[in-house]
């Protein structure tokens, strides 16, 4: 396909989704106009890009002419299919049972899965699922800042799979590199991770829109260390939505320079901005955010008071005994459960609905 970011107007059906013959019947319309048609499936319904040069008013006046068109939207935002104005703004998600909006999503589990000890990932994977989680993290291969430290092992995919298979949830890994995509998606994992050092990857972010198209799965886009708008945020999830899964969930986890003390410079007050301008989910990681255990259940309410969607926890059965950030920053099951209860009280408490 083109250029992603030449998606230029998008078509809105009547029905839910064009049959094959009306699909064709639009294809050969706009590809007399030198343009091609994306669909960009959501939950219900299918919208349907035209990627290209749209201004031919002649090409526009055919489609709309057709019975089975109900408009074509020109939107005029940078983020064209994220934008809160965008048809998919009642795009749902939904991942580990949790339909995002209607109930608070819990990831968590360790930083860095330990290839060397299995049994430590088995355990912490029961334990978040007991404390209430719904999506297990585990990290496969690592972003260090210290290219000395552990980076990762790819065994540790067997590892997280299992642990996947054991507890019933499904599994959230970081792929660093286009070459990972497909070994994680084959593998079985639901949620692809972006890190931070990656989410300005542009081409990184294109290959895996391009890899989850047809996929049943779903990404969790953190910010940037050094991103700084909103907009150019939404901007990263939109390379990635415009490949035709709009499956992605915006994760503030802090920002550079740190405030004195904690990791990073904790951002989980950008969730009502974020949420002024696309309809996508937020779900906060508070503890890369604060960088320490002690400081993670504060952050993690204040990221639910400010309006977040969920929280991705690193938590571990025995801290000390993990490595990657898990000796510093992962809580314990008990300490993860208690956060939870808390967290999804105020969520109720702020949706004002009663505590699931
Ligand atoms: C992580 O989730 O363990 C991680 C490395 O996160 P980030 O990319 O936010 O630093
Ligand atoms: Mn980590």
């Known amino acids: 396909m083109r250029g992603i970011l030449r998606i230029a107007a998008m078509i809105l059906p009547k029905i839910n989704r064009l049959t ?32 290209g040069d749209e201004r031919d008013e002649l090409m526009i006046n055919r489609i709309e002419g057709l019975d089975y068109i109900d408009r074509i939207d020109r939107i005029q935002s940078p983020f064209k299919l994220m934008d809160k104005r965008s048809d998919l703004a009642t795009h749902r998600i939904t991942i580990g049972g949790v339909t995002l909006g ?67 949830l499904p599994v959230d890994t970081e792929v660093m590199e286009v070459t990972h995509i497909p070994l994680a998606l084959d593998a079985g994992v639901r949620m692809l991770q972006v890190g931070a050092r990656n989410a300005l990857n542009y081409s990184l972010l294109r290959a895996i829109g391009r890899a989850i198209a047809e996929r049943e799965a779903c990404v969790l886009l953190k910010r940037s260390i050094h991103m700084g708008t909103v907009s150019e945020f939404i901007s990263a999830a939109e390379y990635i939505a415009a490949f035709g899964n709009p499956n992605i969930l915006l994760c503030p986890r802090g920002t550079a320079p740190a405030l004195d003390g904690y990791r990073n410079h904790p951002d989980e007050s950008i969730t009502p901005l974020l949420k002024e301008k696309t309809w996508a989910p937020v779900v906060v990681d508070p503890s890369h955010s604060v960088g320490k255990a002690s400081y993670v259940p504060a952050c993690a309410l204040a990221a639910v008071a400010y309006g977040a969607d969920g929280l991705c926890i690193e938590a571990h059965v025995s801290p000390s005994h993990g490595i990657g950030d898990d000796p510093k920053q992962a809580v314990t099951p008990s300490v993860l459960a208690a956060t939870i209860s808390q967290a999804k009280q105020l969520w109720a408490l702020r949706r004002g609905v009663k505590a699931a």
């Open 20 to 51: 094959a013959k009306q699909l064709a019947e639009v294809t050969t319309i706009v590809t007399e106009f030198g343009c091609k048609i994306q669909p960009i499936v959501g939950a219900v319904r299918t919208i349907y890009a035209i990627v």
């Open 102 to 168: 209607k109930q608070l999503l819990v990831i968590a589990g360790a930083c860095t899965i330990d290839p060397k000890n299995p049994n430590y990932f088995y355990e912490t994977a029961a334990a978040v699922k007991e404390a209430g989680a719904h999506v297990l993290r585990g990290g496969v291969w690592k972003p260090r800042t210290n290219p000395y430290t552990f980076q990762g092992d790819v065994k540790s995919l067997d590892i997280l799979l299992e642990a996947s298979r054991r507890t019933g």
